[in-house]
């Protein structure tokens, strides 16, 4: 059965510093893989998803994320984090077979950007 | 994408009175699904909503405590029946226009409940 792991419960970092929030995965076949965002007291909203193609995802306020399939990871990240970005962050796997697969979730990891 | 609302966006409540939360979107859309998040806690789905069919509940969830309904392809509501305080939690709606494999799910805001 696929499970989704996110190393990190909780991110500190400094204004304007890069960050990387990490999702690893564990499935028997191929998948679909992707990152959420939760604003305080928002529903969930995509940030990006890897379908097929090229493994570097770019996605939405400057995060991109890159699928390796040897490692099984699916890692976010951005250069340079803003205030703004002081949020929750959902990693989700889907798993592809002939029939409809639902969404597993990661535990999440909480991304605390200071000044 | 899809815009949805839930209401009520939040509400208190006694222990043992019943609660439905109502989610509606902006364009008929396949699969609806209904989510808690426990505080501090990820998402468990708790069923899947189709229209012209009952719902299919997740382990751990039975129709009689979260009845579910979904009359039309842009409506759906999920009752929390009988509460106690363990209850106490986000719930969310979302959907899938096609409900197919490559699909997105769009999430709406949630209705944060307490359980006095």
């Known amino acids: 059965a696929q499970s989704v792991t996110q190393l990190d419960s909780q991110v500190p970092v400094f204004e304007e510093a890069p960050v990387e929030l990490r999702c690893n995965y564990s499935s028997s076949v191929s998948v679909y893989l992707f990152w959420y965002v939760q604003y305080p007291n928002q529903g969930l909203q995509l940030l990006l998803k890897?379908?097929?193609?090229?493994?570097l995802v770019k996605g939405i306020n400057g995060f991109e994320a890159e699928f390796n399939k040897s490692q099984t990871s699916f890692h976010l990240r951005k250069p340079s984090v803003h205030i703004s970005d002081t949020a929750e962050y959902f990693c989700?796997?889907?798993?592809?077979?002939?029939?409809?697969?639902?969404?597993?979730f990661g535990a999440g990891t909480r991304l605390a950007v200071h000044p | 994408s899809a815009v949805i609302s839930q209401k009520p966006s939040r509400d208190i409540c006694q222990r043992g009175t019943s609660l439905t939360i109502q989610c509606q979107v902006d364009?008929?859309?396949?699969?609806m699904f209904w989510y808690r998040q426990q505080p501090g806690q990820s998402l468990t789905l708790i069923a899947t909503?189709?229209?012209?069919?009952?719902?299919?509940?997740e382990s751990g969830f039975v129709i009689d405590k979260f009845p579910i309904s979904r009359p039309n392809l842009t409506f759906s509501t999920l009752t929390v029946s009988n509460m106690s305080p363990e209850d106490s939690s986000i719930y969310l709606c979302s959907v899938e226009r096609r409900g197919g494999p490559t699909d997105t799910q769009y999430f709406g805001p949630g209705t944060r409940l307490t359980v006095l």
């Open positions: 890897y379908l097929s193609g090229s493994t």
């Open positions: 364009s008929q859309v396949t699969m």
């Open positions: 909503a189709n229209q012209g069919s009952e719902a299919t509940y």
């Open positions: 989700a796997v889907r798993e592809v077979t002939g029939g409809y697969n639902k969404l597993i």
